[in-house]
């Protein structure tokens, strides 16, 4: 019986010490954040190198009117429409063609290499200064748009011929503009 009395202690004491509850992971090593701070400044002195050669380009080139777009691009129009008033937005259908240049205006995609475009606007993948260009022209309108690297493909590149952190020139083209209620009716 002292030995039942025994094991059933010994069983209560094991079983009451597992019960404990998980402990949580604490890290091996924890990280102060200037990784981060450093990726910030090499960012902020990019942009800053990237701005001063778009000043530089818009300075020398006296035969433009460049404007300023909200994003941080630079542009002016290669063709303007007086006559179109509507803007494309979200979820029109815009057929486009572009180009991309470098600020050295060495061709990397011509725009018979691109082909056009039939772009759902704000619904499929552009680089971001593409995507927000369309939203600024109107149907038959062509602009040359200067785009930093962060508007253009940023770190990466393109994964072909468009380089890490390349500030990008590109001439775009709308061609066609279909409003979304437009759509059902040419289907």
């Known amino acids: 019986m002292d030995n039942l009395k025994l094991y059933?202690?010994?069983?209560?004491?094991i079983f009451l010490a597992s019960c404990g509850g998980p402990e949580p992971?604490?890290?091996k090593k924890v990280k102060s954040g200037s990784y981060f701070k450093e990726s910030i400044e090499r960012s902020k002195e990019i942009l800053a190198r990237e701005e001063n050669l778009m000043r530089k380009i818009?300075?020398?080139?006296?035969?433009?009117?460049y404007r300023s777009t909200a994003n941080g691009s630079w542009y002016?129009?290669?063709?303007?429409?007086?006559?179109?008033?509507?803007?494309?937005?979200?979820?029109?259908?815009?057929?486009?063609?572009?180009?991309?240049?470098?600020?050295?205006?060495?061709?990397?995609y011509s725009q018979e290499d691109i082909g056009p475009q039939v772009y759902k606007v704000d619904k499929q993948e552009l680089f971001p200064g593409l995507r927000?260009?369309?939203?600024?022209?109107?149907?038959?309108?062509?602009?040359?748009?200067?785009?930093?690297?962060?508007?253009?493909?940023?770190?990466?590149?393109?994964?072909?011929k468009v380089g890490v952190n390349m500030p990008l020139k590109s001439t775009i083209?709308?061609?066609k503009v279909v409003p979304k209620e437009d759509e059902k009716t040419e289907e």
Request: proline share 5%.
């Open 76 to 108: 002016y129009y290669d063709i303007k429409n007086e006559h179109a008033t509507y803007l494309p937005k979200a979820d029109d259908l815009v057929t486009l063609a572009y180009n991309i240049v470098t600020f050295e205006n060495d061709t990397l």
């Open 8 to 13: 059933i202690s010994l069983f209560l004491v």
């Open 132 to 160: 927000n260009s369309v939203k600024i022209l109107k149907e038959g309108e062509v602009a040359t748009f200067l785009f930093p690297s962060s508007l253009a493909y940023g770190y990466p590149g393109d994964g072909d």
């Open 173 to 175: 083209s709308i061609l």
């Open 58 to 65: 818009i300075k020398v080139d006296t035969a433009h009117i």
């Open 25 to 27: 992971r604490r890290p």
